[in-house]
């Protein structure tokens, strides 16, 4: 299975946002990152289900929702039929993760448990064979453009060896944040499938260009490991 490459349009022109889909997608994006932030869980607000609408409405890849959201159980619904084929949301706010992992399956969408940098990978464990995919942070979540935090690279090996002593060799490790030419070789060497870029797809080059270039990169990688 190749790597999936899923540009974050958090870093796109928001005024102009059919655009980048358009232009990512002609480079080969898997999937559309959308993130989510209330000004409570992140320093940052972003944007909510009507724009994920909006999204649905132009894109042909799926939409992959990252809720980064205080009160994640309270809005799963509205991003599921406002659009969302991937839904991931932060261990560190949910008390009752299971259950929630159990309601976003309940919705027909893919679920998702993110990782914060400081968060042990021992967070998983007790639903490491309920997800669908486990999306590791490589920065500290609520702005594009952060510098990757190395540590992360060994946690997705980490992740990748809970998931399958579990059973669960199907789950998919996505990560986000600072990944670019340079990241994405070592990260996919350590069992990522699915990456997420932000500024490296939006803030060079053409966005095109700059997710075939990630693609190629990625795909490499699994060909001859780092
Ligand atoms: C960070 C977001 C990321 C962000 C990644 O809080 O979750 O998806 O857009 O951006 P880059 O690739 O610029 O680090
Ligand atoms: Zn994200």
Redesign the pocket.
């Known amino acids: 299975m190749s790597v999936q490459i899923a540009p974050?349009i958090?870093?796109a022109d928001f005024a102009a946002l059919g655009a980048a889909v358009a232009a990512v997608e002609r480079g080969g994006a898997d999937f559309i990152?959308v993130?989510v932030?209330d000004g409570h869980f992140?320093p940052n607000i972003t944007i909510g289900p009507p724009v994920v609408k909006s999204l649905r409405r132009v894109a042909k890849v799926p939409l992959d929702v990252?809720l980064?959201i205080a009160d994640p159980d309270r809005y799963i619904e509205a991003f599921a039929s406002a659009g969302a084929s991937m839904i991931s949301v932060h261990v560190e706010v949910l008390p009752h993760l299971h259950r929630t992992l159990q309601a976003l399956k309940a919705l027909s969408v893919k679920a998702g448990v993110v990782l914060n940098p400081s968060t042990p990978v021992s967070a998983l464990e007790q639903v490491a064979g309920d997800v669908d995919f486990v999306l590791v942070?490589s920065?500290n979540?609520?702005?594009?453009?952060?510098q990757f935090i190395p540590r992360s690279t060994r946690k997705v090996a980490e992740v990748r060896a809970l998931l399958d002593a579990a059973g669960n060799r199907d789950a998919l490790i996505e990560i986000?944040?600072?990944?670019?030419l340079t990241t994405a070789p070592q990260v996919v060497a350590a069992g990522a499938r699915i990456l997420?870029?932000?500024?490296?797809?939006f803030?060079g080059g053409t966005p095109e260009q700059a997710t075939r270039q990630l693609r190629e990169k990625a795909n490499a990688a699994l060909v001859a490991p780092q």
């Open positions: 974050s958090l870093s990152h993130d932030m992140v990252h980064m942070m920065v979540p609520g702005f594009g453009g952060q986000d944040g600072g990944i670019d997420v870029a932000g500024h490296a797809v803030s």
